[in-house]
C-alpha cells in the first residue's frame, strides 16, 4: 500500500460502525443476542419473500443490511456538540433534520449524523441521533449553574482524536494507519464508564431536576446509550425477544404493521440497571444507573411532505383520543384502523404522491423505441421502474416514546413547547439539512438519468 494512500471517509465510517458494534456487544451482552436474533430474522423473511428479496437488491439495500444500525449519544454543552460535528465529518456524516424532544417532556434538542449521498448510504447508512442537553430548561437556579460548571471542566474527546480530526480537516482525507487510529480515539468518546464525575449527592439532585441530565452530567462522555439493528419484520423480533429472556417495551413506536412498510417503526428493551462509583467516601461510593438499551427497527419508504402529514394525521388522531400515548391496552388497534386511511401498495402511494421512488430504466426500457411515452406510460408498460426510497431518519414522537420508556416508566415532565432550532445550529456551529430536500434531490436525480438514458437511445 502506497505510503501516502487515503482512506475514504465510507470506509472509515465502516470500520467506526464495526468497533462500535464490538464494544457495545462486550459492554451489554443482550445487544449481541439481539443481533443474533435480528440475523435470524432477516434470514427467514428474505427466504419466504422473494419479492422483497429482488427489491432490496434493486435498490442496493441487501448489501447494507448485516451492517445497518444506528446508535444514540446526549452530548452537554454546545462545544461538544460541535466538535462532534467535525468528528462525524470524518467518517463523511453530517446534521440532519431538527427534532424538539422537550414537547415530549424531554429537555434536548436533535439531530441526525449520517451520509447523505445514493452511494454512501448504500455501502452503510450508519446514523447517530445525537441530543443536546437544554440547561435552559432545569428551574433550579444553583443547580443549573453546578451542572454547566460540571460539564464546562470535562473533556469529552482525546488529545488523539483532536488532533485527526484537525487533520483531515487540513488534508481532506486519513491515511489508512491515520485512520485505524482514529477510528480508537474516536471510540473512546462514546465508551461507557462506571465512575461517575460527581460524588452521590449532586447525582441525587441531578436525577431529581431530570433523569436524563443525570445521564448527561454526571459521566466523563456521552456513552453510546444504544445501537440498533434494522430487522425487515418487527413484529417477529418483538416476539422473539421474550422468548430469548429479553424484556421488551409494550408497544411497537410508529405506523402499523402494513405490507408496504412506511417511515420507521421502532421497539427497545428497557435499560440495564448497571453499577457506578460515585466521587467520595467509600460509605456512599455505591450506586446504580439506567442508560443504556436496546432497540430494532424496521424502515419503509421515505414519505414527501403531503404522505408525512398524513402520517401525523393518523398518529395524532390515536394519540390524542385518550391523552395516554401508546400506552393505552387498544392501542395497536386503533392504530391500525385509522391507518387503514394511509394507501398501502406502492402504486397508489405513487399516485397520490405520498411518497419518494427511484426511478430507472429496466432492460426493456433500453432497448424499445420509447418516444412519446410519458413517465407513468413507461412504468405501466414496464420500460421503467419505481423502487422505493427507504426513509433514513428518525420520527420526533417515537423518539419521546423510547425515550420515555427509559426513563424508568412514570417520569412525566413537562416542558413548554419551545422547539429552538437557532439555538441549536449556533450550538452546532452548521445548519441541519432538510431531510425532503435530501429525498426530492433522490427522486429528481433518478428522474434526470432516466431522461438522459431516454434521449441517448432516441439519438
Ligand atoms: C435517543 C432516543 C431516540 C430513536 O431511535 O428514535 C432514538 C436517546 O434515548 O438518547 O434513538
Ligand atoms: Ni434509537
Known amino acids: 500500500m502506497a505510503l501516502n494512500s487515503s482512506v475514504s471517509p465510507d470506509d472509515v465510517r465502516t470500520m467506526f460502525s464495526r468497533a462500535m458494534s464490538d464494544m457495545y456487544r462486550a459492554e451489554v451482552p443482550q445487544y449481541g443476542t439481539l443481533m443474533e436474533l435480528v440475523a435470524e430474522v432477516n434470514r427467514a423473511t428474505?427466504?419466504?419473500?422473494?419479492?422483497?428479496?429482488?427489491?432490496?437488491?434493486?435498490?442496493?439495500?441487501?448489501?447494507?443490511?448485516?451492517?445497518?444500525?444506528?446508535?444514540?449519544?446526549?452530548?452537554?454543552?454546545?462545544?461538544?456538540?460541535?466538535?462532534?460535528?467535525?468528528?462525524?465529518?470524518?467518517?463523511?456524516?453530517?446534521?440532519?433534520?431538527?427534532?424538539?424532544?422537550?414537547?415530549?417532556?424531554?429537555?434536548?434538542?436533535?439531530?441526525?449524523?449520517?451520509?447523505?449521498?445514493?452511494?454512501?448510504?448504500?455501502?452503510?447508512?450508519?446514523?447517530?441521533?445525537?441530543?443536546?442537553?437544554?440547561?435552559?430548561?432545569?428551574?433550579?437556579?444553583?443547580?443549573?449553574?453546578?451542572?454547566?460548571?460540571?460539564?464546562?471542566?470535562?473533556?469529552?474527546?482525546?488529545?488523539?482524536?483532536?488532533?485527526?480530526i484537525k487533520k483531515f480537516e487540513d488534508q481532506g482525507s486519513l491515511t489508512p494507519t491515520e485512520a485505524e487510529e482514529f477510528v480508537s480515539e474516536a471510540l473512546e468518546t462514546f465508551r461507557w464508564h462506571s465512575e461517575a464525575t460527581v460524588d452521590a449527592d449532586v447525582y441525587g439532585k441531578l436525577l431529581a431536576a431530570h433523569r436524563l441530565i443525570a445521564d448527561v452530567v454526571s459521566f466523563k462522555g456521552p456513552h453510546i446509550n444504544h445501537l440498533t439493528p434494522r430487522t425487515l419484520d418487527i413484529d417477529a423480533v418483538q416476539v422473539g425477544m421474550p422468548e430469548r429472556g429479553i424484556t421488551a417495551k409494550a408497544v411497537i413506536e410508529g405506523p402499523p404493521t402494513r405490507s408496504c412498510p412506511i417511515l420507521l417503526r421502532q421497539t427497545s428493551f428497557k435499560a440495564l440497571e448497571e453499577s457506578v462509583l460515585f466521587m467520595g467516601d467509600e460509605h456512599t461510593r455505591r450506586g446504580t444507573h439506567?442508560?443504556?438499551?436496546?432497540?430494532?427497527?424496521?424502515?419503509?419508504?421515505?414519505?414527501?411532505?403531503?404522505?408525512?402529514?398524513?402520517?401525523?394525521?393518523?398518529?395524532?388522531?390515536?394519540?390524542?383520543?385518550?391523552?395516554?400515548?401508546?400506552?393505552?391496552?387498544?392501542?395497536?388497534?386503533?392504530?391500525?384502523?385509522?391507518?387503514?386511511?394511509?394507501?398501502?401498495?406502492?402504486?397508489?402511494?405513487?399516485?397520490?404522491?405520498?411518497?419518494?421512488?427511484?426511478?430507472?430504466?429496466?432492460?426493456?426500457?433500453?432497448?424499445?423505441?420509447?418516444?412519446?411515452?410519458?413517465?407513468?406510460?413507461?412504468?405501466?408498460?414496464?420500460?421503467?421502474?419505481?423502487?422505493?426510497?427507504?426513509?433514513?431518519?428518525?420520527?420526533p414522537v417515537s423518539a419521546a416514546g423510547i425515550f420515555q420508556s427509559n426513563l424508568g416508566g412514570s417520569e412525566q415532565k413537562s416542558y413548554a413547547a419551545n422547539a429552538n432550532r437557532d439555538a441549536f445550529e449556533a450550538a452546532l456551529g452548521a445548519s441541519v439539512l432538510d431531510e425532503f430536500r435530501l429525498y426530492e434531490d433522490a427522486q429528481a436525480r433518478s428522474i434526470g438519468a432516466v431522461e438522459a438514458a431516454l434521449r441517448d437511445g432516441r439519438k
Open 290 to 395: 439506567t442508560a443504556r438499551f436496546g432497540e430494532i427497527e424496521q424502515r419503509g419508504i421515505a414519505l414527501t411532505r403531503k404522505g408525512r402529514a398524513l402520517y401525523d394525521e393518523l398518529l395524532a388522531s390515536v394519540r390524542d383520543e385518550d391523552g395516554a400515548g401508546s400506552a393505552s391496552a387498544d392501542y395497536p388497534s386503533r392504530l391500525a384502523e385509522a391507518f387503514a386511511r394511509f394507501p398501502d401498495s406502492y402504486e397508489e402511494i405513487r399516485a397520490q404522491d405520498l411518497g419518494y421512488f427511484r426511478y430507472s430504466l429496466t432492460g426493456s426500457g433500453a432497448v424499445a423505441d420509447l418516444t412519446g411515452l410519458g413517465m407513468d406510460d413507461l412504468i405501466a408498460a414496464g420500460h421503467i421502474e419505481a423502487v422505493p426510497i427507504v426513509y433514513e431518519d428518525f420520527l
Open 46 to 164: 428474505l427466504d419466504r419473500n422473494s419479492e422483497l428479496q429482488e427489491r432490496l437488491a434493486r435498490a442496493d439495500e441487501l448489501d447494507r443490511l448485516d451492517l445497518e444500525r444506528h446508535g444514540a449519544i446526549r452530548i452537554g454543552t454546545a462545544a461538544e456538540l460541535s466538535t462532534m460535528r467535525r468528528l462525524f465529518a470524518v467518517m463523511g456524516m453530517v446534521p440532519v433534520g431538527y427534532y424538539d424532544l422537550s414537547v415530549a417532556g424531554v429537555p434536548v434538542h436533535s439531530t441526525a449524523f449520517r451520509p447523505i449521498d445514493d452511494a454512501s448510504l448504500a455501502i452503510n447508512p450508519f446514523r447517530v441521533f445525537t441530543s443536546l442537553l437544554r440547561l435552559e430548561l432545569i428551574e433550579d437556579e444553583d443547580l443549573r449553574k453546578e451542572a454547566q460548571a460540571i460539564l464546562d471542566r470535562r473533556q469529552i474527546f482525546t488529545p488523539g482524536a483532536l488532533r485527526l
